[in-house]
């Protein structure tokens, strides 16, 4: 846009600066040059190289000069870089040419010639008089005056001294002077109209205006798009207000800043949409994960009431306190889960060594499991790159349910292989058991999940714990997945890299 309007100024200003150039002239020399075609006698006299009379017939010229030349009127033009003017002879089919160099030098020189042949003929014997002075300034757009002291022509830089020609001119960058000496002596200076610039006010204030009109129009479609854009943003906004969770902002090809808060608007009604969904799902699971442990409760209270013996009020009561924990774990896990789904805890990265943690999981779930066999194996080289950035209490919480999960169906094996190196950590957990459907992989980690045959309530569990493993990893930047294990059980996969880069 920045180009396109550059590239139309340029074009304004120098059809601008054309148009300037040429009324310039026109103005300056038009007048006189009528002048002389109406005063034949004057013509004759003059003996001036730059005038000639040519034929209308061989000149090139549009129909708008031929027009202007029918009325009367100078026109002109440049050819072969000269200036040149035309002006039609009155009843004849002649123009006359006057021709100069490109700084119009042989157009001050006829003015010259002409003005010293008006002042001669009405000079006579007296000094001329003040009315005709005026009238050759009205006639002709210039300022004549007499001078007085000729010793100012000393300091003059003068193209050429007043010789015999009786004319001399003076350019320079800001003014154009001529002086002309009259038949009585006198000399008389002439001052014309400031040589044509191509920069002037009028140019730079075009210039202004263009540009402030063209940024106008630029910040109006800018504010347009924008208030569009928004507009768009606001309308989705009142949709999920009302409850339609699935709006989303048009995602548009631009990466302005709109377009940026609508990716991130988007985001944002993704996350709520899942909060909602997850907040509803949870809400239909714990309502259901409560009940059994509340009616086992239940009925033990009301088991006491008929306990014959002492005995059989311990066993009670034992039960009970047994129902209470599993509550308090469930309820503990539910919250667990619930702070990870609701944007996240707040984690501080720290580096620690992987190894030592997975060793102790495996220990700690060894003492658990004692007819267990669960071992650890590394890669080649992960030694070298042993320590993480992590959250250490959440890894170790995340490979300790996916081993404990593990403990639970497999039949005598459970190997924990981790493969470290300089960006990415990868630990695998690996069982010996009947494994998972393919077509189930996916959904063992949505919350509250059991499958059934071999992934039973009986095997203990809320079908919180794979959700929870995901959600770890989704805040360190990682994945949680499964697959096939080597040994025909299951195989989950935590990987997350090794560095956090957090803002």
């Known amino acids: 846009m920045l180009v396109a309007l550059s590239l139309f100024s340029l074009l304004v200003v120098k059809l601008t600066n054309q148009v300037r150039y040429e009324h310039y002239w026109s103005d300056l020399i038009g007048p006189p040059l009528v002048y002389l075609s109406q005063n034949p006698s004057m013509m004759a006299a003059s003996n001036l190289d730059s005038l000639s009379l040519v034929s209308s017939n061989q000149m090139a010229l549009g129909s708008a000069m031929l027009t202007r030349l029918s009325a009367g009127q100078a026109v002109f033009g440049e050819q072969q870089s000269r200036l040149k003017a035309w002006v039609a002879v009155q009843d004849n089919d002649l123009l006359l040419q006057l021709d100069s160099r490109s700084d119009g030098e042989e157009f ?19 000094a001329l008089e003040e009315s005709e002075f005026d009238r050759v300034q009205d006639k002709f757009d210039i300022t004549l005056s007499k001078l007085d002291d000729e010793s100012l022509l000393d300091n003059a830089v003068i193209l050429d001294p007043l010789d015999d020609s009786h004319r001399s001119l003076m350019l320079s960058k800001g003014s154009v002077t001529g002086f002309l000496r009259s038949s009585d002596g006198s000399v008389y200076q002439i001052s014309f109209p400031a040589p044509y610039s191509s920069f002037s006010w009028f140019v730079a204030l075009l210039l202004l205006a263009l540009g402030v009109s063209a940024l106008a129009m630029v910040v109006y479609l800018m504010l347009q798009g924008l208030d569009r854009q928004l507009r768009n943003v606001e309308t989705v906004a009142s949709r999920i207000a009302r409850g339609e969770l699935d709006a989303r902002v048009k995602r548009a090809a631009n990466s302005d800043a709109v377009g940026r808060l609508g ?32 009616a086992r409760i239940r009925f033990g209270v009301q088991m006491i009431e008929d306990c014959p013996d002492q005995k059989s009020l311990q066993k009670q009561i034992t039960g009970i306190d047994g129902d209470i924990q599993e509550l308090d774990e469930l309820i503990d896990e539910i919250l667990t889960y619930a702070r990870l789904e609701q944007g996240g805890p707040i984690l501080a990265f720290h580096d620690a060594n992987i190894m030592d943690i997975v060793e102790q999981v495996v220990s700690e779930q060894s003492s658990v499991k004692p007819d267990m066999k669960i071992v650890s194996e590394y890669k080649k080289g992960s030694d070298l790159w042993k320590d993480s950035e992590v959250e250490a209490r959440y890894i170790h919480r995340s490979i300790q349910n996916l081993v404990g999960n593990a403990t639970r169906y497999a039949n005598s094996t459970v190997k924990v292989i981790c493969s470290f190196d300089q960006d990415t950590f990868r630990v695998d957990v690996e069982d010996d058991g009947p494994g998972i459907p393919e077509e189930d992989w996916e959904s063992v980690f949505t919350p509250f999940a059991r499958l059934d045959d071999s992934r039973t309530r009986s095997s203990g569990g809320y079908g919180l714990g794979l959700s929870i493993v995901r959600r770890i990893l989704y805040w360190h930047g990682g994945q949680a997945f499964l697959g096939r294990s080597a040994m025909g059980g299951a195989k989950f996969s935590l990987v997350w890299p090794r560095k956090q880069h957090t803002t």
Request: no cysteine; hydrophobic share 45%; glycine share 4%.
């Open 263 to 294: 990716l991130a608007f988007n985001s944002m009604a993704d996350h709520i949409q899942r909060l909602m969904y997850i907040q509803k799902e949870m809400i239909h699971a714990v309502s259901h994960e409560l009940r059994t442990p509340v």
């Open 108 to 126: 001050y020189h006829f003015y010259l010639f002409l003005l010293g042949e008006i002042l001669d003929s009405n000079l006579g014997a007296e």
